[in-house]
């Protein structure tokens, strides 16, 4: 009978046979064939590793998630990376890590405001309610469809405690104005990386990546974003008391440090005196924080590890794509308004996205609907403008909870003129052509 390490082999060795089977063969594209917006671009690497993780029966976090986060840490040049769930899930930690006890006078508390934008994904705001804080909503410029600096002092208050906003579709926000506000204000910043993971943005006379100039960052590893998991998500930083507060709310709330399987690796287990609680309590088992379990698998993990390493090929791709697209469309620019990267920054374009002007003789449903109807996936800018939502309803009778900035002219523009297609990287010319074309042939129809 064979070994377990040899039956391990054999597997692996048949897990790449399947992937050849399975995926390997890449179908032609032919004329109404669907495009999607985004997708999984893997190979067997990916799914060896998959199986490999499941092999091993870990479940939870271990070595492959402690890989992962070194890797990423390391790639985007910073001290520290958790793992977590979802990308959702790290803008929950990012947020509620600054509402830590630990701060000192620098926690955010409830009743406290932190300055966002409306026109963006609705986990970027979520944590501010959801905690009790007071979002300050902002308008955004066009066509980079990010904050309007301009607004930031106008947002300010003696109750204003962080600045949380994301990088639009890859496309990265004036982060030196922005880190220059929050230093002068003493502000946290938060970078909500999710849609940018490999932009980057010139600060301080050197190239850094997003995420990384903010005091703490966050990315996401759903199947349509830069590296996929399936789910999953991250957040880093370089301020290890920050670090650490992640960890402990990512982790049921606990003080103790210990991986998982671990014990004692402080060395002082039995040897402290936490709160009210007895000398000596178990390290294990006290809670410095109302906290959560939003740990990954190392299933997941696995996979990460392998797409970490297609990460520079895939945004090389996807500013290749977006320029593809970029000069297709330039005839059209009297009727499209068509995205432009902020001065200073190399993005990882997350999607293309395009708005239809003022005036144009055609409205954005009938483009949308003209490209979905020949199997062209589109999407808006998720909310378009958050407030104006359902889950805004009771907020906006009550007229408390929340505070506008201005009429926020240009998250309605969004709202009612714009959408996105993609870029990713499993999108040929053949697919890019077609998208450009169909946009062209409705557009010369209707002109």
Request: glycine share 8%; with cysteine.
């Amino acid at each position: 009978m064979k070994n377990a390490q040899e039956l391990r082999q054999q597997i692996l060795s048949l897990t790449e046979a399947y992937y050849e089977a399975q995926f390997g063969q890449e179908k032609a594209f032919l004329a109404g064939d669907r495009i999607d917006y985004a997708g999984r671009v893997f190979d067997r690497e990916e799914l060896r590793e998959l199986v490999n993780a499941s092999l091993e029966f870990w479940l939870t976090a271990g070595h492959y998630t402690r890989e992962f986060e070194t890797g990423l840490a390391g790639y985007l040049g910073v001290k520290y990376c958790s793992l977590v769930n979802s990308g959702s899930s790290a803008n929950l930690l990012a947020f509620m890590a600054l509402t830590s006890p630990a701060l000192g006078e620098r926690r955010i508390c409830r009743g406290d405001e932190v300055i966002t934008v409306a026109a963006g994904f609705p986990t970027t705001v979520a944590p501010i309610l959801q905690f009790g804080a007071v979002p300050v909503f902002v308008d955004i410029e066009l066509p980079q469809y990010n904050i309007d600096p301009a607004a930031l002092e106008q947002a300010l208050s003696p109750k204003t405690k962080a600045v949380m906003i994301a990088h639009t579709l890859g496309n990265p926000f004036r982060l030196d104005v922005v880190r220059q506000f929050c230093d002068d204000h003493d502000l946290w910043l938060v970078e909500d990386n999710c849609d940018a993971l490999g932009s980057e943005y010139y600060f301080q006379g050197e190239w850094k990546k997003t995420g990384t100039i903010g005091h703490i960052g966050t990315s996401s590893f759903y199947p349509p974003h830069h590296i996929t998991m399936g789910e999953g998500g991250a957040v880093y930083t370089d301020d290890p008391r920050l670090h650490r507060v992640v960890n402990s709310l990512r982790d049921w709330g606990r003080d103790c440090w210990c991986p998982p399987g671990k014990d004692n690796s402080c060395s002082c287990r039995f040897d402290g005196q936490f709160g009210t609680l007895p000398q000596g309590y178990d390290h294990k088992y006290v809670y410095s924080h109302l906290g959560y379990n939003l740990k990954a698998t190392d299933m997941q993990a696995a996979v990460g590890c392998a797409q970490l390493k297609k990460l520079e090929s895939f945004t090389k791709k996807r500013r290749e794509n977006w320029a593809f697209l970029r000069k297709k469309l330039e005839s059209c620019s009297d009727v499209l308004l068509l995205p432009e990267a902020v001065p200073d920054s190399r993005p990882s374009w997350f999607g293309f996205l395009i708005t239809v002007r003022k005036g144009a003789p055609f409205r954005r449903d009938e483009l949308t609907r003209y490209l979905e109807g020949r199997n062209i996936q589109t999407r808006n800018l998720f909310a378009g403008n958050l407030l104006r939502h359902p889950c805004f309803d009771e907020l906006r009778a009550e007229g408390t909870g929340y505070r506008v900035i201005g009429d926020l002219a240009n998250t309605d523009v969004v709202m009612e003129r714009s959408f996105w297609i993609g870029v990713y990287p499993g999108m040929t010319e053949e697919k890019l052509r077609c998208m450009a074309e169909t946009i062209k042939e409705f557009v010369e129809e209707r002109r």
